[in-house]
């Protein structure tokens, strides 16, 4: 059973125009962020992503072209979805790994991708406050998808092989 989230997910199949998609993303105007209609945006994205089962949520995938984002993960032992706005990643060290990645806008299909095993993600919070931190592994992964959709790419393009749903494409 498919539950109805909150805000309408982009998705390349039944979107006519998915141009946004592909599109990167305006960075924010931080003094936006004192709008209580920004702020429902952001709560309505975290809600939208849990009830979709999502670890990750960008907000042209909502039809919002802003370099926004939420991802789940943890940071100092604080389990909770968090809030990039106008994010910058920095990889570190050489090391790449591939794994397993599907995206709410591309729903069934899964492919492996590989991505920079550690990186460093500055950004700002939902009250415009900069934060950074160090992610590896999962953490990483999801960031670097998120980030990859304000700047209009999708994991598809950067997939190695398909690990499944292939034909929902075609
Ligand atoms: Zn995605």
Known sequence: MKRKTKLRIWSVFTHGDTTM?????????????????????????????????????AAPQIGQSI????????????????VLINPVVSVIGAGQIEGEEGCLSIAGV???VPRAEKITLKAFDRFGQPWSTQA?????RVIQHEVDHLNGVLFLQ????????Q???S
Request: charged share 25%; net charge negative; glycine share 8%.
């Open 21 to 57: 998609l592909k599109t990167p993303a305006q960075p924010v105007d931080l003094s936006t962020l004192q709008n209580p209609e920004t702020q429902q945006m952001i709560d309505d994205m975290i809600k939208t992503m849990k009830q979709a089962d999502g670890i990750g949520l």
């Open 67 to 82: 370099r926004l984002a939420i991802v789940a993960g943890e940071v100092n032992g604080q389990k909770e979805p968090f």
């Open 110 to 112: 899964f492919g492996l």
């Open 136 to 140: 590896t592994e999962l953490f990483a």
């Open 158 to 165: 950067r997939l190695t092989s398909f690990t499944k749903g």
């Open 167 to 169: 034909e929902k494409l």
